[in-house]
């Protein structure tokens, strides 16, 4: 993973500016900040970034599309895109949904098991990476105050 870069803190004299406590610009930059680390081992290993997303969603067991959409941070048709190309590729696939037929699930390969694997555990690793700095009850913490506030706002 990429080398921590130390963080800007104002000077005791500088005013501290709006956005370095606004939440929805720590939370995007935070975001954006430790994904770009991650990212790159993606691309290193020549993984496209949504087709990690949709493969990462899977593991635990298929999921409708418009619920793939809401994990991979990505509009409904963009997901049916991509899970037309995974499906060439063989790495996902569909098949009808069991509570409604018109309603489409996706489930992992076999070939999608196999390239995600070991990204899972660099992923783990990375989070550890991340996380290890705050401790373990301010890394739990944080992880429980950012679900809390995906529950409040997400649809």
């Known amino acids: 993973m990429a080398a921590k870069k130390p ?17 929805p610009y720590l939370l995007a930059r935070t975001s954006r900040l430790i994904s770009e ?3 790159q081992a993606l691309i290193e290993r020549q993984i496209p970034i949504l087709h ?3 493969l990462v969603a899977l593991v ?3 999921m409708h599309v418009t619920d793939l959409a809401k994990i991979a941070l990505e509009k409904q048709p963009t997901m049916s ?7 060439m590729l063989e790495l996902v696939r569909r098949q009808p949904g069991v509570a409604d037929r018109r309603s489409t699930l996706v489930t992992i390969t ?5 390239v995600v694997k070991p990204m899972l555990k ?13 401790g373990e ?13 995906i529950a409040l706002h997400g649809r």
């Open 60 to 62: 635990d067991g298929p």
């Open 37 to 39: 680390e991650f990212h």
């Open 7 to 23: 963080v800007r803190s104002a000077a005791p004299d500088e005013p501290q500016r709006f956005v370095d406590s606004y939440i």
């Open 52 to 54: 990690w997303r949709v």
């Open 81 to 87: 895109k991509i899970i037309d190309r995974m499906e």
């Open 137 to 149: 009850e301010h890394a739990r913490v944080l992880i429980e105050v950012l679900q809390k506030l």
């Open 122 to 134: 660099l992923a783990k690793q990375h989070e550890q990476e991340v996380l290890g700095p705050l």
């Open 110 to 114: 076999a070939e999608g098991t196999r």
